[in-house]
């Protein structure tokens, strides 16, 4: 029996709700017109104002079953009743907010197990901005921005759900200047992938690749033939160098084939 994975949209923040809408039309897309999409509000602390307005957005979309998914404490996400809300769904959105959040309030629960389940039949697990962050293994929670990555500087990264496997996720990416930043994550482990994700732009993982949508960019910092990095040394205060680091900025219509860590141009750009 062949092993079936469905697909991972990770969206960068401020997403066209209002013009074209090409990423959450192409989430609507995944759900299908005749599919269940839930929208996870667990990461705000204004659960309303995002259902609301995303509920407002697929509909008009064209998906018509959309519903609520209200996580306010670790005791919801263990209630069945919570559970019974992702029954038959075919994509999950996350909004945006805190990762924490989300990882606190959803990780080791049966909506973590539902959500797992879903992915691994074949449906779409969405999400921007904090929804974004927490797809890794590990993800990025705060740290320093617009400025050169530093010793000692307080970068705070948790435990994920762990979709997208050794990988790091930035989002908000260029324009709130965290480049620093995720230098500064990969040279803590040159092992992981950084991927910074712009605003308005998604990748989207399925199968062995990621392609970019949307209007910006998507930045895949790869450490794992860097020669030299001072990240362990105990001088603090020092900017961090990091020697033999790969940038790929991939634009709407790119591929990055995450096993051979290699970028593919877009076929309109070949």
């Known amino acids: 029996m062949t092993h079936v994975r469905g697909s991972l949209i990770v969206i960068g923040g401020h997403e066209d709700k209002q013009g074209d809408r090409v990423i959450l039309r192409e989430v609507a897309g995944r759900a299908g017109p005749g599919g269940k999409l839930v929208v996870a509000t667990v990461a705000s602390s204004e659960p309303e104002i995002y259902w609301e307005e995303y509920q407002r957005v697929f509909r008009a979309l064209g998906v018509r079953h959309v519903h609520h998914l209200d996580v306010r404490s670790r005791a919801e996400a263990l209630a069945d009743r919570t559970v019974r809300v992702l029954e038959g769904a075919t994509a999950v959105f996350f909004t945006g907010g805190d990762q924490l959040r989300i990882a606190s309030e959803l990780g080791n629960t049966p909506v973590y197990d539902r959500l797992c389940a879903i992915y691994e039949v074949g449906g779409t697990i969405a999400g921007t901005s904090a929804g974004a962050s927490m797809m890794c293994e590990t993800m990025l929670v705060r740290g320093e921005e617009e400025r050169s990555a530093r010793l000692g500087a307080a970068l705070v990264m948790a435990p994920g759900l762990g979709f997208v496997k050794n990988a790091i996720i930035d989002q908000h990416f260029a324009q709130r200047g965290r480049i620093g930043r995720l230098l500064g994550a990969v040279a803590h482990n040159p092992r992981v992938l ?46 961090l160098a990091l020697f033999g680091v790969r940038l790929h900025v991939l634009s709407q219509g790119s591929r990055f084939e995450l096993a051979s860590r290699e970028p593919v141009a877009s076929a309109g750009a070949m």
């Open 194 to 239: 950084g991927i910074g994700i712009d605003e308005n732009t998604a990748a989207i993982f399925e199968r062995a690749h990621l392609t970019v949508l949307g209007e910006n960019a998507v930045y895949v910092v790869d450490g794992s033939m860097a020669t030299y990095s001072n990240i362990a040394e105990e001088e603090e205060d020092r900017a």
